[in-house]
């Protein structure tokens, strides 16, 4: 029967070899982080182990910015359209276009100052319209 290494020896042993090294660690680690979980959660529950408060679930962010709407502009056939939307006293924090068909194309959109642009070419065959939104 082999006789069992005194711990010097063994620490010895486990300082050369980079496996038993790595497991060591390993464990240590491991016996540290359940060890955490067990202060956190025995700290974090209230005297008597029950808690006071349910949690309350996630609330939807709602935005308080209002979206303004510019008015329509007719794009003929094969041409450029510009539209715009002015918001009164704020800068917009974004804003973007639409279109009354698939076939335009937007070229531009952007704020200057307090006015939200937008650009597009009509590539149809027919005259859409192009309207700005910014919210502001």
Known sequence: MEQPT???RRLSRIRRSP????????G???ALVATAG???AASAA????????????AQPLHAIAPTLLGGPVSVPPGGHGSA?????????SGGGGKTSGYDMFF??????????????TNTG?????LTAFAVC
């Open 125 to 129: 065959t027919t005259t859409q319209t």
């Open 84 to 92: 715009f939307v002015v918001c009164p006293g704020v800068l917009p």
């Open 28 to 30: 240590a680690l491991a």
């Open 19 to 26: 496996v038993l090294r790595t497991a060591a660690l390993a």
């Open 6 to 8: 005194s711990t010097p």
């Open 38 to 40: 067990v202060t956190t």
């Open 107 to 120: 070229t531009d959109s952007y704020a200057d100052g307090l006015i939200w642009y937008v650009r597009a």
């Open 46 to 57: 209230p005297a008597g182990g029950a808690t006071k408060h349910a949690p309350k679930a």
